[in-house]
């Protein structure tokens, strides 16, 4: 098997601007191909900085993780748990750069078996609830814009947290009074702070709540979930399917990105430790083009929320494959593997 990739700049169509101050300023992702008997599998790492990755750490660590693979398949792209495990020892962090490559040895192995992913862990397409799709703060002359661009789109996630985020929620849901509403706050509010929210949110009619509050803020999310109507969703508090424990009785649901857990094997792992301690599952995704959403939509089916906007959100997009359609459906690939094709020679 051999491993390649190249770092690549991503356009979005808008400057996309979340609470988090300095959390959006680069805009690179790194795309990971690995070939192996004529067949191309495709990955991509859109580091999260918050997590300390970055498109240099990511390729500093790529080699190793080639190495890894090397090491412990013996040629075998099917022999998916032990190379995980293998990569696992040589990088214990690097979950974007670790997903890519999990990713692109997946989509080999639905090439090697003629299959969809989807399938090959034998998941049925019709079971994936609808996409959301993401309006970034703005000033509300752009957001307004925004709007009319999303009105195909039935659910919209509403990024909140900052000084006027009653005059942001009243401009979106004026302007789509009939749309599902989701807010993420990205840990921009105190507990406090949210408590004297819930109203608000509650007579806007929000689906639900993703991270108010410090992604430490344990005792904090309790206490809003005590006092809320809405279901309340970890994303920077979960990480991984160990992180699921300590967030019992906190939380109703988890946000699931592969670039945060680090790939295929440990997304599933982390659904049935959701499963099993009564939590729902969104799966959720970074700005990054269609290869790393190609992966997500295998596991559209298994979750209760979705949110895989990344692509859709770029100016352009180097790939062609499954995706988020204007609908908020999700399209799936009837092709092996990720169904992916690189269109930008
Ligand atoms: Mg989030």
Redesign the pocket.
């Known amino acids: 098997m051999k491993l390649s990739f190249d770092v690549y700049d991503l356009r979005p169509l808008h400057t996309f601007h979340?609470a988090r101050p300095g959390a959006e300023t680069k805009r690179r992702t790194v795309l990971v191909r690995i070939e192996s008997d004529g067949m191309v599998g495709w990955g991509e790492a859109a580091p999260i900085n918050y997590y300390g990755e970055t498109v240099e750490t990511v390729t500093a660590v790529l080699p190793r993780l080639a190495s890894a693979i090397e090491a412990s398949a013996e040629g075998d792209v099917l022999a998916l748990d032990r190379i995980e495990r293998a990569m696992e020892r040589a990088i214990g962090k690097n979950a974007a750069a670790r997903a890519a490559v999990s990713n692109a040895l997946h989509d080999l192995a639905g090439q090697r078996l003629g299959v969809p992913v989807w399938k090959m862990w034998g998941l049925d397409a019709a079971d994936a609830p609808l996409s959301s799709f993401t309006i970034g703060i703005d000033e509300p002359e752009v957001m307004r814009q925004k709007l009319e661009e999303a009105a195909t789109y039935p659910i919209l996630?509403v990024?909140l947290g900052t000084d006027r985020d009653e005059e942001l929620l009243r401009t979106i849901r004026d302007a789509a009074p009939a749309k599902t509403l989701r807010v993420?706050a990205?840990t921009a509010w105190t507990a406090k702070q949210t408590l004297r929210y819930l109203p608000m949110l509650e007579e806007y009619a929000i689906e639900l709540l993703?991270?108010p509050v410090a992604a430490d803020d344990l005792e904090g999310l309790r206490l809003i979930r005590q006092h809320s109507t809405i279901p309340v969703?970890a994303?920077?508090s979960c990480r991984t399917a160990a992180d699921i424990p300590r967030l019992v009785g906190c939380v109703d649901a988890v946000?699931l990105k592969l670039a945060k857990c680090g790939g295929m094997r440990e997304a599933m792992r982390l659904i049935h430790a959701a499963r099993v301690h009564n939590l729902g599952v969104m799966l959720?995704c970074m700005m990054e083009t269609t290869a790393a959403i190609a992966a997500a939509v295998q596991l559209a089916p298994t979750v209760d929320w979705i949110?895989v906007d990344g692509a859709a959100l770029l100016a352009e997009d180097p790939f062609r494959g499954p995706g988020l359609e204007s609908d908020g459906r999700i399209r799936f690939n009837t092709t092996p593997g990720l169904g992916l094709e690189r269109i930008d020679g």
């Open positions: 979340v996630k990024k993420d990205n993703e991270q969703v994303d920077e946000n959720g949110d």
